[in-house]
């Protein structure tokens, strides 16, 4: 071996070293700042703190120049590590105060696929934060997730409910105005979509494409250029993974994620397809029971509502929430299914179904409504960054 690649193996050991060195102190603050959420159960105090984030982002900026590192750098990393900190600490805190006498020790899962689809992906992320071992189970469609958890075969159901390429996932809006499950919990989770292959392969030899109607939707700028390509439809990107996997002529591909490909030992070809360059998908957690929100935990409430049909109706219906200073960040309609032509609306509010303002609000929307259903109210799991000027 000659002595520039034996330096090169040298220097990278020591990059290891120190890499395993972050990971066991990222270990060691998260396990602190576990600590810090109970001290905030006893004193009543709210997870988040932004004006000590903000002293301890300017500190390690300034403390960061010193040692030559650049203020971008480090204010992006550690605004990783403190989301990370809120969101456990969120669910330490959640956990408290629904299940105060010790944790369930299985929590079964419904989601859409098998091992490697972005559900599946989803599900291990969002339960990482919680105790108790996860008992992930797949499913072939979103009905068949719902029925699992109405029928107490899965303790939770995850399903995706908008992606910022493609919006709303009808299907699972329309699911939600038949079932008395409620939303506990929420995710927000990148989708990376890549082409895979069993082989190494180029674009132009691509003949067939397997993907999920959803996935194949979010790319459909750069599939553009597939129009003589026979599209396959899958279930899930784990189901499209499964069918090309023995596939070795370089002619068959499979849209999904790269940590999905990497698990049936694929050929990523092309990567970032979304039409949108920050492709996210926003999942949603049911449980047939629903939850309280710890009052130190920022709340969302989501309730379905359809408006009597005359003019202005739905106008007045928002001016209650003015009104009452609850400030809605998502308004859906779908159609009502049996009744063409009339809307069910789909409303995302920030606060907590407790809160006093909240109760008014919708004690008036009762009486203004013509129909109205409150589908749950979870933990905030969008944790906005503490700005600093740096
Ligand atoms: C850990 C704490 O909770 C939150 C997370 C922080 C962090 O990870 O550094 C800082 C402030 C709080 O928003 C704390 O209050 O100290």
Known sequence: ?????????DIRKQINHIDNQLLALLAERRALAKAVANAKIAQDKPVRDTGREEQM???LIEKGAELELDGYFVKQVFQTIIEDSVLHQQALLQQHI?????????NRVAYLGSQGSYSNLACHKYFSRFPGELKAMGCSSFAEIIEKVEHKHADYGILPIENTSSGSINDVYDLLQHTDLSIVGELTHPINHCMVSAVPTSLERIKTLYAHPQVYAQCSHFLTQF??????HCEASSAAFEAIQQDTSGTVAA????EGARLYGLQIIAEALANQKKNYSRFIVLASKAIDVASQVPAKTTWIMSTEQTPGALVDALL???????????LESRPITGNPWEEMFYVDVEGNIRDANMQRALDELQQTTR??????????EDVQPTKVLK
């Open 1 to 9: 071996m000659s002595n520039a690649s034996q330096d090169l193996q």
């Open 57 to 59: 982002l300017i500190a």
């Open 98 to 106: 629904n299940l105060p006498n010790g944790h369930q020790t299985i």
């Open 227 to 232: 129009d003589n390509v026979e599209i396959v």
């Open 255 to 258: 849209l999904g994620s790269g």
């Open 320 to 330: 209650i929430l003015k009104q009452h200073d609850v400030n809605m960040t998502k």
């Open 371 to 380: 129909y109205l259903k409150v589908l749950g109210c979870y933990p905030n």
